[in-house]
């Protein structure tokens, strides 16, 4: 168990690390909301991720990878979000579309006056467009993972070796029902173990980030971001819309 816990530990925590979508949308995100919205993106792909989890377990992903037809039509249509939300960074940096809005500060009591609007209402609009900001960013990063088969294949070629080289290969005292139990169990854990170390590094990117926010809300360095994140989106979901394999 030890063996093949720090060895899908470390296999998880190099994949994780490693630049992809996920990474892309969580500087993204906690660029333009700040680190709620990097953490709002994080845990979309964390969730994403558990669902590919829960169907590998279930034998739900071997349906989907050995069904040609089916694989292809999940990983297009992944592939055509990635370019749609690689799009969508390059039109921002092309129009300049400015980061969510800055916490407003209360106006000075010489500027007060009847026509102003009160510090509560500013504070009512901000709060709104920060709570629609922070469930966008949820959702793209539950669809860029939940709709990437890839992580379906990754599980399925994984999983199983770990789950049988921790003894539940089975054996003549084993029910067909306990073996599949304790290996649905086991998968879960140790697909949880990669959640644990993607909510981690991408938390900790999305609070360096955030403290770096004051010189990246440069409009010149952050439409060069959104330009270059765009870029590598579209570039990740051509790439997995031309995989065959």
């Known amino acids: 168990m030890d063996h093949e816990f720090l060895a899908f530990l470390g296999l998880a925590a190099l994949?994780?690390?490693?630049?992809?979508?996920?990474?892309?949308?969580?500087?993204?995100n906690s660029l333009r909301v700040g680190a709620r919205g990097g953490v709002a993106t994080t845990l979309g792909c964390v969730s994403g991720l558990l669902v590919h989890v829960v169907c590998s377990g279930l034998g739900i992903?071997?349906?989907?990878?050995?069904?040609?037809?089916a694989f292809h039509v999940v990983r297009l249509v992944g592939a055509a979000y990635l370019v749609w939300l690689?799009?969508?960074?390059?039109?921002?940096?092309?129009?300049?579309?400015?980061a969510a809005p800055i916490a407003p500060v209360a106006p000075d009591a010489c500027e007060t006056s009847a026509a102003a609007p009160s510090v509560p209402a500013y504070w009512r609009a901000y709060r709104a467009a920060s709570r629609g900001m922070v469930r966008r960013a949820w959702v793209e990063g539950?669809?860029?993972?939940v709709l990437n088969p890839k992580v379906a294949v990754f599980y399925l070629a994984?999983?199983?070796?770990?789950?049988a080289a921790g003894g539940m290969a089975g054996g003549?005292?084993?029910?067909?029902?306990?073996?599949?139990g304790g290996a649905f169990v086991r998968a879960c854990l140790f697909g949880g173990m990669q959640a644990v170390v993607a909510v981690l590094w991408f938390s900790f990117l999305s609070v360096s980030v955030h403290r770096a926010r004051?010189?990246?809300?440069?409009p010149g360095v952050q439409r060069?971001?959104?330009?270059?994140?765009?870029?590598?989106?579209?570039?990740?979901?051509?790439?997995?819309?031309?995989?065959r394999g």
Do not use: I, Y
């Not at 539950?142 to 993972?145: C, G, K, T, W």
């Not at 994984?158 to 789950?163: A, D, E, F």
């Open 15 to 28: 994949l994780v690390v490693t630049p992809g979508p996920d990474t892309m949308l969580v500087v993204r």
């Open 214 to 218: 004051a010189t990246l809300l440069h």
């Open 158 to 163: 994984v999983l199983p070796n770990v789950v």
């Open 86 to 98: 690689g799009v969508r960074a390059l039109h921002a940096a092309w129009k300049g579309v400015p």
């Open 224 to 243: 060069a971001l959104e330009g270059g994140v765009g870029g590598l989106m579209v570039g990740f979901g051509l790439r997995l819309a031309l995989d």
């Open 142 to 145: 539950f669809l860029s993972n």
């Open 61 to 69: 992903s071997a349906v989907l990878v050995h069904s040609a037809g």
């Open 172 to 180: 003549d005292g084993v029910s067909g029902a306990a073996m599949l």
